[in-house]
């Protein structure tokens, strides 16, 4: 056995390198948690290191790195290269900024928050007080990324600083902002717009070098994170239409409040998307405006963990926490942030931390809730007398001279007569229109027999060496059977040749949702997957070498975020066909906040259009209350000045006709479809080669089958099938049946048409297979009984009821067939 003399000869050396390693490490680890970043000293006071905080020299140097005003969290990311990059940036002296051109955007961005607080005593504004450094933080994201390549900026952010951004960093006059403030001319926005700190805008950022980069500050509802997946989906549009090198030229950012960061679930949505092949846009920096305050609720009640941040720790990004009174580490930071997300494509975070100086919107007393916190804001200096004091300058005469600037805006607001716009629309947007649908705006939508059939046997097509599921060949068969004639079209052969005839037409397709490559009734096949090797193919990117782009993803497994994303997409890309589809039309409940506050309400405003088309499988098939009703009734509430349109095709040729109108014609709202599940394969709602070169989608579909009935079925969807097929059982002629296939907007001259097709029918029955308090009979039954003149106008439907639908498939077989007795073979009203 060796000596302890020879242990120790033996034993290799530490080398300083080691040494320095080591001591290093655990600050690149921990260092964070001991970082001065509240700038009032009330909270994040330091807390231990998990392991013994070393000491010394390369300790103190350490320590000046990761203890300082800025705290960084990169230990978690798996990659070394990306680690060792943000080492070397963080160990090093840091770079003297410009720190005139810093003092001189802090006293705009202070000032312009005091002139509304002096001129507009008790009015609404969400200060940006205590987080000005929000305006030098964006300046030099923007100046660093212009040199980076980034030519154009998405912006998101709810309610605090927004008016500042708009004028500081956007570009608005600031007279433009006060006019908002003066509201003048409310007559032209009675029953429509919104408030200002909602609304969006545009602009540019010209960089010292004159490199410009266009910017544009989305417009954003009160729910305040719904807007993340919105931008990250406007910016997957703008980043497609530029192509190769998008990523790099456009550049989405996202401002988020602390506590709306930690606490609203769709941000961790919207987080999950940074690295998914169908959302991924090239990295977002994420930047939280972080007073320590949500609305009354300190810290500890927003958050489980030390910082609202936390959540991010789930992806491979940088964190980055900075002391929002410390301007030149703010700067610093957004450098280092725009230089790893052009570097590395990736996600980046920064808290930037500072205080609220007023209460939540102005009008409110914080010193209710946080009296402490309040006495020391109360006697706090403006950032930029801070910062002056700091650099050894006296603001006061550039202070004075932009007080004066803004006080002259203020003035000149005064006396405007009209609301200043404060955005423009992009080129792209030029074809295209919205308001009251103008029935010249129609077009036909046919293809020829021949042409179908050409695009039926590209889609049936695959490679020779590609190993096909035994089941999916034999469904290709059949569809090669649809294309000559030989047999009725099914819904998902309609929609893919529906898809695929605007795909050769140059348009992009874009479909999203939880397992639509194959769909979740095994209807679609739009992609198939070889069984040997698992490699795909999609018939719909073949087609030929100058169609539009196809894109099919299955998405994350949620709603919100996705519709939110795919909402975003067809803002920034009018002439695509962008299509969300729910699993179940029900799982569009959690979707409610973008359909409300996006979808519904964006024209009416924000004066923003969108064609998205949301696809949501609808009907009873005795799947209980969460696999039958698409809610029919919430979106016919939502219904007004022809904001949306709500269809409910009733066969495969109408279907593909509806998908094609919403691309040819030049009037764009959203889409709402309520689509088959049983029905996608019925005969009754299969469609002959014939129906596709029909001019157009058929908003009614008369009954003309029968003649001379006594009784007119008005019904929508799967239960007009069920009616049909229980009709032809019982021979019965004396029962018409009419499809309303467009709820909204109301075709009021078709269905009249049909109605008084049958002149001799003394009652006219509403049917649905919803209860009596779902589905459309609030609203249909009024419009009804005002076509129906003097003939009776009843209903049958289930009773009302808490829940869409039974739990019990015996339950709703018995419920169903007394729906159709009801409907067929009773008189009165039910």
């Not at 209710?368 to 002056?388: E, F, M, N």
Request: charged share 25%; net charge negative.
């Amino acid at each position: 056995m060796a000596t302890k003399a020879e242990a120790l000869t033996q034993a290799p050396a530490v080398t300083d390198q080691q040494e320095r390693e080591t001591v290093f490490d655990i600050f690149r680890r921990w260092g964070y948690l001991q970082a001065s970043l509240d700038p009032l000293g009330q909270y994040l006071p330091p807390e231990p290191f998990p392991t013994p905080a070393p000491e010394g020299e390369l300790a103190a140097e350490a320590r000046s790195y990761y203890c300082g005003t800025i705290a960084a969290e990169f230990m978690h990311i798996p990659s070394p290269e990306h680690r060792q990059w943000l080492q070397e940036k963080m160990e090093q002296k840091p770079p003297k900024p410009n720190q005139a051109h810093i003092l001189t955007q802090l006293i705009h961005a202070d000032l312009f928050e005091q002139v509304i607080q002096s001129r507009y005593l008790g009015t609404k504004r969400f200060s940006l007080e205590g987080l000005t450094a929000l305006i030098p933080f964006l300046d030099r994201i923007f100046e660093v990324g212009s040199g980076l390549g980034v030519t154009k900026s998405i912006l998101a952010m709810a309610h605090r600083g927004r008016l500042n951004v708009m004028t500081n960093t956007i570009g608005r006059s600031p007279s433009e902002i006060f006019t908002k403030f003066e509201d003048v001319d409310p007559r032209s926005t009675m029953g429509g717009g919104d408030v200002k700190y909602h609304m969006g805008a545009t602009g540019d950022y010209t960089a010292p070098d004159g490199k410009i980069v266009s910017l544009h500050l989305a417009s954003n509802p009160s729910h305040l994170e719904a807007v993340n997946p919105v931008v990250m989906g406007r910016t997957r549009a703008k980043q497609e239409r530029i192509g190769k090198g998008g990523k790099q030229q456009v550049l989405p950012i996202i401002i988020h409040g602390d506590a709306a960061f930690a606490g609203q679930g769709i941000v961790a949505e919207a987080l999950n998307m940074a690295t998914l092949h169908g959302y991924h846009i090239g990295g977002t920096i994420h930047v939280i405006a972080n007073n320590l305050l949500g609305f009354t609720a300190i810290p500890e009640e927003s958050n489980s963990s030390r910082f609202s941040t936390d959540l991010s720790k789930r992806l491979p990004i940088p964190i980055f926490h900075v002391n929002a009174e410390d301007p030149d580490a703010v700067v610093r930071v957004a450098g280092i942030a725009m230089e790893y997300r052009q570097r590395f494509q990736s996600d980046v975070v920064v808290d930037l931390i500072g205080y609220r100086r007023h209460g939540h919107s102005e009008v409110d007393d914080p010193t209710v809730t946080q009296p402490r916190r309040y006495a020391v804001i109360k006697d706090h200096k403006p950032l930029y007398q801070i910062y002056a004091e700091k650099i050894g300058v006296n603001p006061a005469k550039e202070a004075e001279k932009i007080q004066q600037e803004l006080l002259d805006q203020q003035k000149a607001a005064t006396k405007a007569d009209r609301i200043p716009k404060l955005s423009e629309l992009p080129d792209y947007w030029d074809k295209y229109k919205g308001c009251e649908f103008d029935p010249a705006d129609e077009v036909n939508t046919g293809l020829s027999a021949e042409r179908v059939g050409e695009l039926v046997q590209q889609l049936t097509t695959v490679p020779k060496d590609f190993h096909i599921h035994p089941k999916v060949k034999k469904l290709f068969e059949q569809r090669q059977e649809m294309g000559s004639g030989a047999k009725p079209f099914d819904y998902g052969m309609a929609e893919l040749v529906a898809c695929s005839s605007l795909l050769e037409d140059g348009t992009l397709v874009r479909l999203t949702g939880q397992d639509s490559q194959r769909g979740t009734f095994n209807q679609r096949h739009a992609v198939v997957v070889d069984t040997e090797t698992e490699r795909r193919y999609s018939p719909l990117s073949h087609l030929s070498d100058k169609q539009g782009r196809f894109e099919v993803y299955n998405s994350l497994l949620s709603e919100a975020a996705v519709l939110g994303f795919e909402y975003g997409f067809a803002r920034d890309y009018p002439e695509a066909l962008v299509m969300w589809e729910a699993q179940f039309g029900d799982f569009a409940n959690g979707a409610q906040i973008i359909i409300d506050q996006f979808i519904a309400a964006g024209e009416a405003k924000w004066g923003l259009l969108s064609g998205v088309v949301m696809l949501l499988p609808h009907g009873y098939e005795g799947q209980g209350p969460e696999h039958s009703s698409a809610r029919i009734e919430r979106y016919l509430q939502l219904a007004a000045n022809d904001n949306l349109q709500i269809c409910q095709p009733s066969t495969a040729a109408q279907y593909f006709h509806l998908l094609r109108r919403q691309v040819m014609r030049s009037w764009r709202k959203p889409l709402i479809v309520f689509t088959p599940k049983s029905m996608l394969r019925h005969p009754d709602a299969s469609s002959p080669l014939a129906d596709f070169g029909r001019d157009r989608f058929l908003n009614v579909l008369p009954d003309n089958d029968v003649k001379d009935p006594r009784r007119l079925l008005v019904c929508s969807g799967k239960i007009g099938h069920n009616l049909r097929v229980e009709r032809e059982k019982r021979k019965d002629s004396s029962v018409g049946i009419i499809f309303l296939e467009q709820m909204y907007p109301w075709p009021e001259e078709e269905l009249q048409a049909a109605l008084d097709q049958h002149p001799g029918a003394e009652e006219i029955l509403w049917v649905q297979e919803e209860p009596a308090n779902m589905g459309a009979f609030f609203y249909v039954m009024p419009l009804l009984r005002r076509l129906a003149r003097d003939r009776a106008v009843l209903s049958v439907k289930r009773s009302a009821s808490a829940t869409p639908a039974t739990g019990s498939a015996k339950a709703h077989d018995i419920e169903e067939k007394t729906l159709i007795d009801m409907a067929l073979g009773a008189a009165g009203d039910h």
